[in-house]
């Protein structure tokens, strides 16, 4: 008697994980970049013929130039508003690592470009070193914290200049200036290092795990905490890096000019955090790009300097600032209520 055989079709394959190819990412420009994008176009199409000076080389180039240090700084004030904080405190870091680097590194030492560079940015690390640690393990907020250390960098700035202007500065940092010698095929040197910087932290932040790490502390620091995330190390993170591109960026203020005021870093914060939220970095953490950072200060810098071109009063421009603030922070919030809906 012969036995029968049941057949069994195979038992079903478990999904396979999903890889981090298959990961659905957030379009690669957002809405608020192209639209940043239109009203960038159409500021310069209305400047260009109201004063078609603006729209030459020798007006465009000033500008990127002015744009570098602003969205240096940008990038990294990028990535502490993803993770929920703030930082005032870098226009007094710009006074500080400028006056290190003009008075104490190129006029007194005479030291070279590299060096220059490499003490501005290692101080404006240490600078942030001491802003995020007492954030990050102090837990006090970053405003407080940021604002109570803008004061203490104003006041070693102020006694490094010593009541005077520093004048006479060497062309040691030319290359980064807005001379001939700073620019390449027609465009500042300071504007290409800010786009490379820029398209680095939008591949991290974008294609890797650390770089995502940042926004889940800005979207719910507890949650990234159990979920494995070191919350204090990358806090920490976010402000170093903060200090070593505003001490990066005090270079190419300092290479703008053969004299320094000791006014050199006042109202930069607040040209820094217009750009990052104009550019549509969420003020509450958790969503932001550099690519709007970079389009919002090359805008914030676009007012400014046709407000100068065409002779108005340069309130106008914190006017415009304002405003685009208080719109941007305005469609934030409507967009998190809606998603909350």
């Given at each position: 008697?012969?036995?029968?055989?049941?057949?069994?079709?195979?038992?079903?394959?478990?999904?396979?994980?999903?890889?981090?190819?298959?990961?659905?990412?957030?379009?690669?420009?957002?809405?608020?970049?192209?639209v940043l994008l239109g009203v960038i176009a159409v500021v310069w199409v209305l400047l260009g013929l109201a004063t078609p000076a603006f729209v030459s080389a020798g007006s465009i180039q000033p500008l990127l130039?002015?744009?570098?240090?602003?969205?240096?700084?940008?990038?990294?004030?990028?990535?502490?508003?993803?993770?929920?904080?703030?930082?005032?405190?870098?226009?007094?870091?710009?006074?500080?690592?400028?006056?290190?680097?003009?008075?104490?590194?190129?006029?007194?030492?005479?030291?070279?470009?590299?060096?220059?560079?490499?003490?501005?940015?290692?101080?404006?690390?240490?600078?942030?070193?001491?802003?995020?640690?007492?954030?990050?393990?102090?837990?006090?907020?970053?405003?407080?914290?940021?604002?109570?250390?803008?004061?203490?960098?104003?006041?070693?700035?102020?006694?490094?200049?010593?009541?005077?202007?520093?004048?006479?500065?060497?062309?040691?940092?030319?290359?980064?200036?807005?001379?001939?010698?700073?620019?390449?095929?027609?465009?500042?040197?300071?504007?290409?290092?800010?786009?490379?910087?820029?398209?680095?932290?939008?591949?991290?932040?974008?294609?890797?795990?650390?770089?995502?790490?940042f926004y889940a502390v800005g979207g719910d620091p507890l949650a990234a905490e159990l979920a494995g995330v070191r919350v204090r190390q990358r806090v920490l993170v976010a402000y170093v890096l903060t200090g070593?591109?505003?001490?990066?960026?005090?270079?190419?203020?300092?290479?703008?000019?053969?004299?320094?005021?000791?006014?050199?870093?006042?109202?930069?914060?607040?040209?820094?955090?217009?750009?990052?939220?104009?550019?549509?970095?969420?003020?509450?953490?958790?969503?932001?790009?550099?690519?709007?950072?970079?389009?919002?200060?090359?805008?914030?810098?676009?007012?400014?300097?046709?407000?100068?071109?065409?002779?108005?009063?340069?309130?106008?421009?914190?006017?415009?600032?304002?405003?685009?603030?208080?719109?941007?922070?305005?469609?934030?919030?409507?967009?998190?209520?809606?998603?909350?809906?």
């Amino acid at each position: 008697m012969s036995e029968k055989t049941e057949t069994r079709s195979p038992a079903p394959r478990p999904p396979e994980p999903a890889t981090g190819r298959l990961r659905v990412l957030a379009p690669p420009v957002t809405g608020q970049e192209f639209v940043l994008l239109g009203v960038i176009a159409v500021v310069w199409v209305l400047l260009g013929l109201a004063t078609p000076a603006f729209v030459s080389a020798g007006s465009i180039q000033p500008l990127l130039g002015a744009v570098a240090p602003i969205a240096l700084i940008g990038i990294g004030m990028t990535v502490v508003i993803i993770t929920g904080g703030i930082d005032v405190s870098v226009g007094a870091m710009i006074a500080v690592c400028s006056v290190i680097v003009a008075k104490l590194v190129l006029v007194q030492a005479g030291l070279g470009l590299l060096v220059a560079l490499l003490i501005a940015i290692v101080v404006g690390g240490l600078l942030g070193l001491g802003n995020g640690a007492l954030i990050a393990y102090g837990r006090v907020h970053a405003i407080i914290i940021t604002f109570g250390t803008a004061n203490i960098f104003l006041w070693i700035s102020l006694r490094l200049f010593n009541s005077t202007t520093v004048n006479n500065i060497p062309d040691t940092l030319a290359s980064l200036g807005n001379g001939a010698a700073g620019r390449t095929v027609g465009v500042p040197n300071s504007f290409l290092v800010t786009i490379l910087l820029a398209a680095v932290a939008w591949v991290y932040l974008r294609h890797t795990a650390g770089g995502r790490h940042f926004y889940a502390v800005g979207g719910d620091p507890l949650a990234a905490e159990l979920a494995g995330v070191r919350v204090r190390q990358r806090v920490l993170v976010a402000y170093v890096l903060t200090g070593l591109l505003t001490g990066l960026a005090s270079c190419v203020v300092v290479a703008q000019g053969s004299n320094l005021g000791q006014n050199v870093g006042n109202g930069k914060e607040l040209a820094v955090i217009a750009a990052v939220v104009i550019g549509g970095t969420s003020i509450t953490g958790g969503r932001g790009s550099v690519l709007g950072t970079v389009l919002g200060a090359l805008l914030v810098q676009t007012v400014a300097s046709g407000v100068t071109q065409l002779g108005w009063r340069s309130e106008l421009s914190d006017l415009f600032v304002g405003v685009a603030i208080i719109i941007a922070v305005g469609a934030d919030l409507i967009r998190q209520r809606a998603r909350k809906r």
